[in-house]
């Protein structure tokens, strides 16, 4: 996928200078909540309660130091591989050896092509329309590429590696405490942000189906659990404003004008270390602004739902079809995380192995073997769900 939009833009430097009084504030600020710290469960196995009232108070929790430095190192690696095997650009089939490039195995591309720090959605109708406010747009230095990779789509089919994150215990008991132990995966992608080259993401909302439910509450959108291969800072990072996904469905053109630019008054970094694990609530208004820092960002990204908000729901996607989600849809999309736990299992055995209730009962229809990559998680992403 290829975006673009065009903006006025500034000189990098002179982002980098307006960008640094906001920066020292909000990392100030990021520090100050008391939401970070190791995963800890009691011991039946739940999350610390503790834990998950700081999740609801602010919208998200800094897990610390979840991914090992072998596990991290893995993790890098896979992704070095996969972005080595890209088309070499938007429109090519090839990759920089001149070899078929890894998109021709999958049914969906499983790049996206962005022009370096632009801002491809705020202001558009893309995404449903919900990045309304653009974002400052630096000049990428002389002698930059015309493309840069954004996101990977299928972290899952793309990277072993990725496929056994999915099936750590401590990540899935935190998706149990926040949506219920009938949870619902929904997408798994990586995003980058390579350095002086990384677009920004216009401010936004997840959220888009359940807004004016009935019994709409501030966990109805789901969450999004975000893997930090490499220090996550306040130049490259994801900002957020805590506590706003208690408030609905928030007018951030109205937040924009009153703070006078797109820094919006009251946002923080979300600060981590390499081997922590961010989750944040999907309905947090949020947004990430082009890296003109000289440090990469890549975010091993899952996001979760609870049942009861996908089961025979029809919703848009982010494409503009419309799709109901039935119960086989749900469970082909699902069993995935059964395939990742024995991934998982199998790669680290003396780890404590997580008992997913959907499938409980039926680990031997899915052990990882090849016979199930190519039957069960070969475009596994197809059945990526969205509300």
């Known amino acids: 996928m290829v975006q673009d939009n065009s903006v006025d833009q500034i000189e990098l430097e002179k982002h980098a200078e307006t960008m640094a009084d906001y920066i020292r504030e909000g990392e100030d600020a990021a520090y100050r909540l008391a939401n970070r710290g190791p995963i800890k469960l009691t011991p039946d196995g739940q999350l610390d309660p503790e834990i998950l009232d700081a999740y609801w108070r602010q919208g998200f929790y800094v897990f610390e130091n979840v991914i090992g430095s072998q596990e991290l190192a893995e993790l890098r690696a896979d992704i070095e591989r996969v972005l080595a095997e890209a088309p070499v650009d938007p429109d090519a089939e090839i990759d920089g050896q001149g070899r078929p490039a890894l998109n021709a195995q999958f049914e969906k591309p499983a790049y996206r092509f962005t022009k370096p720090l632009s801002d491809p959605l705020g202001g558009t109708s893309l995404n449903n329309g919900r990045h309304p406010v653009k974002m ?112 609905g469905k928030v007018d951030i053109k109205a937040l924009v004008e009153k703070s006078g630019s797109e820094r919006i008054e009251g946002a923080i970094p979300m600060l981590c270390q390499a081997g922590d694990v961010i989750v944040m609530n999907r309905q947090i208004v949020h947004g990430s602004f082009a890296n003109s820092s000289v440090q990469r960002r890549v975010t091993i990204n899952s996001g979760f739902f609870s049942m009861k908000r996908v089961m025979d729901v029809t919703a848009t996607m982010l494409s503009g079809a419309v799709e109901t989600f039935d119960a086989a849809r749900i469970t082909r999309r699902s069993r995935i995380i059964a395939l990742a736990i024995d991934a998982r299992q199998q790669k680290y055995p003396n780890e404590k192995r997580y008992c997913y209730q959907p499938f409980a009962g039926q680990e031997d229809r899915y052990r990882w073997t090849e016979e199930n990559r190519a039957k069960m998680l070969k475009n596994y992403n197809l059945d990526n769900m969205y509300i």
């Open 136 to 247: 400052l747009s630096p000049q990428a230095e002389a002698g930059a590429p015309e493309w840069t990779i954004s996101l990977l789509d299928g972290n899952l089919q793309l990277m072993d590696a990725a496929l056994r994150l999915a099936g750590h215990a401590g990540l899935l008991s935190v998706a149990e405490a926040i949506c219920g132990p009938d949870f619902v995966p929904y997408t798994d992608v990586t995003f980058l942000k390579e350095p002086g080259l990384g677009p920004s993401v216009a401010w936004h909302q997840d959220g888009a189906t359940h807004w004016t439910a009935e019994d709409w509450d501030e966990g109805a959108h789901g969450f999004n659990s975000m893997t930090q291969l490499y220090p996550s800072t306040a130049a490259n990072c994801v900002w957020v404003i805590p506590g706003s996904h208690k408030l």
